[in-house]
């Protein structure tokens, strides 16, 4: 027999998604700046990065807040 999920357990699913998440994108994007930074430090196109990915992750954020059980 099949169990489903209870509302609790998703929700600690989804936290521990979102903390992967936003650790992954913490450490490339500290990673892409100190590349950025030591190639070439007045062009800053790591910015591009972090602000498009940092709409991904707040999105998820949004999502997961307004999310009706």
């Known amino acids: 027999m099949e169990t489903y999920p209870t509302s ?3 929700r600690r699913r989804f936290t ?3 903390v992967r998440r936003l650790a992954d994108y913490v ?3 500290g990673f892409l700046a100190l590349v950025n930074w030591q190639t070439s ?3 800053w196109w790591v910015a591009w990065v972090a602000a498009g990915w ?3 992750i707040a999105l998820l954020g ?3 807040l307004t999310d009706c059980d």
Do not use: N
Request: glycine content about 6%.
């Open 8 to 10: 609790e357990q998703r």
């Open 16 to 18: 521990r998604y979102f």
């Open 27 to 29: 450490i490339v994007c």
């Open 41 to 43: 430090p007045h062009t």
């Open 54 to 56: 940092g709409l991904h």
């Open 62 to 64: 949004i999502r997961r």
